[in-house]
């Protein structure tokens, strides 16, 4: 095997990685943005590395080679799904297609062989809440018996084309998609626990500074309440002062009501603004409670 040709692909998943922790810090501080969109951008990018990978592939033998096509379609579908991994799928099939030759329809449905795969175990990922060794594991399991089918389709020359390469393949697969996993649930995992810590900042500075706010309005709207109590006191019931009074209560009563939701603040949600004004705190919503925390 020639040890160069393996650095290449190596370099290539690597680029992906890089490629795949800026695109999901960019949309991390986005998040208004349609999450298909990042399917869109890391689907194009996964099925070009995998393309890259068709035109390089690695020197196992005399007039042997191997690529390793399927390891970025799987990775991204195991970590975004399968939108990412039919995009990145179809990328990589058109560029099958395109080469053509007897082996071509085996090619294209191994291809998408590799992406239906690494939608189920994304999927099966998601059920435990994060992807681990046993995931990718089965990942890589279930690609290498993916590409076997596909030599299959071919009949007596499938087999024998894949006799010589299925050691090398089977190596490439579990190294690739197995390290590649495990660098990619790093990323995912880093990108989390920032994101947690802003949010935990975020809410701590809101509602310090809510609860100042609340304390400072809080003393003079009891002077102003306590103010309009004893004025109403002096006045007939049903002249048009005491009707005035009356509304004054009713409004300061509501921003009594404003103050205990600043003291109760759990939570940052922001309420939709018109045109680009910037965004501002929904008080009613961060001070109610998150579903699955009230008894």
């Not at 395109?98 to 992406?115: C, E, K, R």
């Not at 046993?134 to 030599?151: I, K, N, Q, W, Y």
């Not at 310090?208 to 306590?226: S, W």
């Not at 049903?238 to 009074?245: T, Y």
Request: proline share 4%; net charge neutral; glycine share 10%.
């Amino acid at each position: 095997m020639e040890f160069h040709h393996v650095m290449e692909a190596a370099g290539v998943i690597v680029l992906g990685l890089v490629f795949y922790s800026y695109v999901f810090r960019w949309f991390q501080a986005r998040a208004p943005l349609d999450p298909r969109v990042r399917h869109a951008v890391n689907g194009l990018a996964f099925g070009a590395l995998a393309v890259v990978l068709m035109i390089a592939p690695i020197h196992v033998g005399d007039g042997i080679f191997v690529d390793a096509r399927a390891v970025p379609i799987a990775l991204i579908a195991l970590v975004e799904g399968w939108p990412a991994g039919l995009l990145a799928a179809l990328v990589a099939a058109g560029y099958r297609a395109w080469l053509g030759g007897s082996g071509a329809v085996a090619g294209v449905l191994g291809i998408f062989g590799t992406a239906a795969a690494a939608g189920l175990i994304h999927m099966w990922a998601r059920r435990d809440r994060s992807f681990r060794a046993r995931h990718a594991a089965a990942l890589a399991g279930a690609v290498f018996c993916v590409t076997l089918a596909s030599f299959l389709l071919l009949g007596a020359r499938g087999i024998a084309l894949f006799e010589p390469v299925a050691l090398p393949l089977l190596v490439l697969v579990f190294v690739g998609i197995g390290c590649g996993a495990y660098l990619f649930r790093d990323v995912v995992e880093s990108h989390a626990a920032e994101a947690a810590r802003r949010e935990a900042a975020e809410l701590r500075a809101v509602t310090l500074l809510a609860r100042a706010a609340a304390h400072e309005i809080n003393n003079p709207l009891t002077i102003v309440v306590g103010g309009l109590a004893l004025v109403g006191k002096r006045l007939a019931a049903d002249s048009e002062e005491a009707q005035w009074i009356a509304r004054a209560t009713e409004g300061a009563g509501r921003i009594k009501d404003i103050v205990v939701r600043m003291n109760n603040i759990t939570q940052v949600a922001e309420a939709p603004v018109p045109g680009y004004l910037p965004p501002m705190l929904d008080i009613r919503k961060s001070s109610e409670e998150k579903s699955g925390e009230s008894s």
